[in-house]
């Protein structure tokens, strides 16, 4: 047999495997945590605030030539997480968001904080009554847990709340156990060709990815109520071989808001933008130029058309 014969015959013998994953429940439980993670890059804003992530976001894993005889392509989708507060439009967007996505995927991974189990997990675990789907229940944060015995009491009373297809713990910060969740679901996942090119790494474009980086500093530096009344809107971005120019919006609700965001001589908005800058560098692998302005538009939150233009809506109908 000839180099390009036997080359011909294995790449017969893989399997290629392609299916669509949603990662859900309740706020800063470590939804985007795992979604970056998986992926390897920072996608998802993460931030130790309840509500962090507002609009769908596809992670896209493609893995070939290692993983036993199977190539695959999982994509995933990290959702805002599912509340019980829905006061405005923003809110019921983002619950609407994160439910639609149970819908027509391959599997869904419920998260959860290990040792926590509240209400609003409840209601999460409600939302998936009807559907069809595997689902897999991922205990993060287990580093967390210096006596990993009291684990296991926990794990089996998780068992009782619904039939999972697993219940994983791990921890999504780690990285730790993250291949035994990519094993269990490479057994449900369908044989099918990749949908999306392999050097793919998720469905919204860079300028996206931008905004949600530089959003995630503001979550991170404003405090109480704050980050829930900010929007981001990238004004201009243009790149050039060495460096990329990035305008940004600051939208907030009121006026007020606006001075608290600038700070004092103008120092928030200062902190706000270097560390911004910081991780869009690291994401775009080039120097970075950003400017911010800070405006004001009352009642943001209940404006669809505002919402469509911040991508947050994305196109659904309310
Ligand atoms: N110790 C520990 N912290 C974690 C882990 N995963 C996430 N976190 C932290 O938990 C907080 C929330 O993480 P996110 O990934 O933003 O949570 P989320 O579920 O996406 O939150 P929403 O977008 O608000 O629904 C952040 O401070 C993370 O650093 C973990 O495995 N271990
Ligand atoms: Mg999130």
Redesign the pocket.
């Known amino acids: 047999m000839t180099q390009a014969e036997k080359r011909h015959n294995n790449a017969k013998k893989r399997i290629q495997k392609c299916g669509t994953i949603s990662i859900i429940?309740?706020?800063?439980?470590?939804?985007?945590?795992?979604?970056?993670h998986l992926v390897g890059y920072k996608l998802?804003?993460?931030?130790?605030?309840?509500?962090?992530?507002r609009t769908n976001i596809r992670g896209i894993v493609t893995e070939t030539g290692g993983h036993q005889d199977v190539d695959y392509q999982m994509i995933f989708t990290?959702?805002?997480?599912i509340h019980q507060n829905s006061k405005n439009l923003l809110n019921r967007t983002l619950n609407s968001e994160a439910v639609a996505a149970v819908e027509d995927v391959d599997a869904i991974v419920m998260?959860v904080e290990a040792l926590k189990w509240t209400d609003e997990d409840d209601f999460v675990l409600k939302r998936l009554k009807h559907t069809k789907k595997p689902v897999f229940l991922l205990v993060?944060?287990?580093?967390?847990i210096q006596d990993k015995n009291r684990l296991f009491p926990y794990l089996q009373e998780l068992s009782q709340k619904r039939n999972f297809e697993e219940i994983i713990p791990?921890?999504?910060?780690?990285g730790?156990n993250l291949d035994s969740l990519i094993d269990s679901l490479l057994k449900v996942l369908p044989e099918s060709e990749f949908i999306y090119p392999e050097d793919h790494i998720t469905d919204k474009s860079i300028r996206f990815i931008c905004g949600e980086l530089v959003r995630e500093q503001l979550v991170r530096n404003l405090h109480e109520e704050l980050p829930y009344t900010t929007a981001v809107e990238i004004e201009k971005f243009e790149e050039t071989d060495k460096l990329v120019t990035i305008d940004v919006v600051i939208w907030t609700d009121r006026k007020n808001q606006k001075g608290i965001i600038i700070g004092k001589k103008g120092e928030t908005l200062k902190r706000i933008g270097q560390a911004a800058r910081q991780s869009l560098e690291e994401f775009l692998m080039k120097k970075v130029m950003l400017k911010q302005w800070v405006k004001v538009e009352e009642n943001w939150q209940n404006n669809p058309r505002h919402l469509n233009e911040l991508g947050i809506i994305s196109n659904r109908e309310l």
């Open positions: 429940g309740r706020p800063n439980v470590g939804k985007s945590t795992l979604l970056n998802s804003a993460i931030a130790n605030k309840p509500q962090t992530t990290d959702t805002p997480g998260m993060n944060k287990v580093d967390r791990v921890s999504a910060e780690k730790t």
